[in-house]
């Protein structure tokens, strides 16, 4: 009994993109030909044995040449829609693409399992600021075709990337009226996949993917397009000036303003839908509140979260595709579960406890600042990057000899503990890794299955 429903519970074995990218006749099957699915895949539970599992790690650090600015810290990791590999972003090292070892496609994980160390299969290196980035919603490894993401990095255009081999595919580019290309501040599809949505200062751009260059349509704003979030016909668009706009896209190019949202203190950094298409988050910079609300109703949010936000960094969170938990990172390293059996955060909303943390799950992951975090779509496997920017106490980077000359009686640990503002911190502790962690249930040794 018990392995019939193991049976039950597992999703169908992912595919390896190295394997396929050899068969490409399978990408010639027409659309809605495929085989019937006949057996109902049930989501597995997640944080059923309230811990968590290390299975692979990856860091970076700065080459021993390197200036003291260079800070390779990681803004932000993405699973692919397949859940074969994960897509990382990292501070002045480009994007970097790693895949999910082979064991852990299917089954589940003893605690004696060996941590895996990752490597990069496909490195894009730095070529200026990576604004935002995301995955083309229909990436399936068999078909070689669709695997690829999107990009939009400082002085350059909307680009389009090779998943196999990291090659640039094709370009997206937005004119201002005085015929100058525009650097987006944020992408992303529509649901389908046919559309490329880019946000700018001033207006909206929407680009057909099956014409690359600069045909486009535009639609005014008043605030800048920080984020995105899509839903079927709905666009949400967060913006610098703290507020959140809800849009209908029915048409090419044509936006409806359906209302917007007030709330935060700070600038909107991220926002996703539910899987139900109800509801709808909303994180910002230097805010450490987490927003719920009712896109039925949104003069006022149903429930409000807490974390730890203390920086302009943009910290990612993730619902689960089951929608019942909410996972957030913070700068203090933890990583916060809500769990909606246990913890109402689709509805109820207590103004007395908005202080207060009513979280069902703290995991503290990381001893620095947890900005990135991602649920696998079909296996119970989290994602978490760390890192955030540290600034340097400017004593430690004076001259040795003057220095000595100066201050000849002042040790290396005197100068760590001056403070000349009460805001100000010097920090050193730096950790700049991507880590998966099972959040699944453990297979205990021994146990009979």
């Given at each position: 009994?018990?392995?019939?429903?193991?049976?039950?519970?597992?999703?169908?074995?992912?595919?390896?993109?190295?394997?396929?990218?050899?068969?490409?006749q399978i990408a010639d099957v027409p659309a809605g030909l495929e085989p019937p699915n006949e057996t109902l895949i049930e989501y597995p539970n997640l944080f059923s044995s309230k811990t968590l599992l290390e299975l692979c790690s990856s860091s970076w650090s700065r080459t021993a040449n390197?200036?003291?600015?260079?800070?390779?810290?990681?803004?932000?990791?993405?699973?692919?829609?397949?859940?074969?590999?994960?897509?990382?972003?990292?501070?002045?090292?480009?994007?970097?693409?790693?895949?999910l070892p082979r064991d852990l496609y299917t089954g589940t994980v003893s605690p004696e399992r060996t941590i895996d160390v990752l490597d990069s299969t496909v490195h894009v290196k730095e070529a200026g600021l990576v604004y935002d980035f995301c995955w083309y919603p229909g990436m399936n490894s068999c078909i070689p075709e669709s695997c690829c993401w999107i990009t939009t990095r400082q002085n350059a255009p909307v680009q389009m990337w090779d998943a196999f081999d990291g090659s640039l595919r094709c370009s997206y580019r937005g004119f201002n009226a005085v015929d100058e290309m525009e650097p987006a501040l944020s992408v992303t599809f529509n649901t389908e996949g046919t559309r490329i949505i880019a946000g700018y200062k001033k207006v909206l751009r929407t680009f057909d993917v099956d014409r690359p260059g600069r045909d486009f349509?535009?639609?005014?704003?008043?605030?800048?397009?920080?984020?995105?979030?899509?839903?079927?016909?709905?666009?949400?668009?967060?913006?610098?000036?703290?507020?959140?706009?809800?849009?209908?896209?029915?048409?090419?190019?044509t936006y409806k303003s359906i209302g917007k949202m007030h709330g935060h203190s700070g600038g909107v950094t991220h926002v996703k839908f539910t899987p139900d298409g109800l509801k709808l988050v909303s994180g910002s910079r230097k805010d450490h509140r987490l927003l719920i609300w009712d896109i039925r109703y949104y003069r006022r949010p149903l429930n409000i979260l807490t974390r730890v936000v203390k920086t302009n960094q943009r910290i990612y969170f993730d619902i689960s595709p089951c929608g019942k938990y909410l996972v957030t990172g913070g700068t203090d390293g933890v990583a916060k579960v809500w769990n909606v059996d246990v913890v109402n955060w689709k509805e109820s909303l207590d103004v007395e406890d908005v202080d207060k943390d009513n979280s069902t799950f703290r995991f503290p992951l990381h001893r620095d600042c947890c900005n990135s975090i991602a649920i696998h779509p079909l296996r119970p496997i989290l994602a978490t990057g760390s890192g955030q920017y540290h600034f340097y106490d400017p004593i430690l980077k004076?001259?040795?000899?003057?220095?000595?000359?100066?201050?000849?009686?002042?040790?290396?640990?005197?100068?760590?503990?001056?403070?000349?503002?009460?805001?100000?911190?010097?920090?050193?502790d730096a950790e700049n890794s991507l880590v998966f962690w099972w959040i699944g249930d453990i297979q205990v040794p021994g146990e009979m299955t």
């Open positions: 009994m018990d392995e019939v429903l193991m049976q039950i519970d597992e999703p169908p074995e992912l595919e390896n993109c190295a394997e396929k990218s050899e068969n490409p390197a200036k003291q600015e260079v800070q390779p810290y990681l803004r932000g990791c993405k699973w692919s829609p397949d859940g074969t590999c994960c897509l990382t972003v990292v501070n002045s090292d480009g994007v970097h693409l790693t895949e349509a535009e639609h005014k704003i008043n605030s800048p397009a920080s984020c995105f979030a899509t839903d079927r016909n709905l666009l949400a668009m967060g913006s610098w000036n703290t507020t959140l706009t809800l849009y209908n896209m029915n048409e090419m190019g004076l001259d040795d000899g003057v220095k000595q000359e100066n201050d000849s009686n002042v040790t290396q640990n005197d100068t760590e503990n001056l403070n000349f503002n009460g805001d100000m911190k010097y920090s050193s």
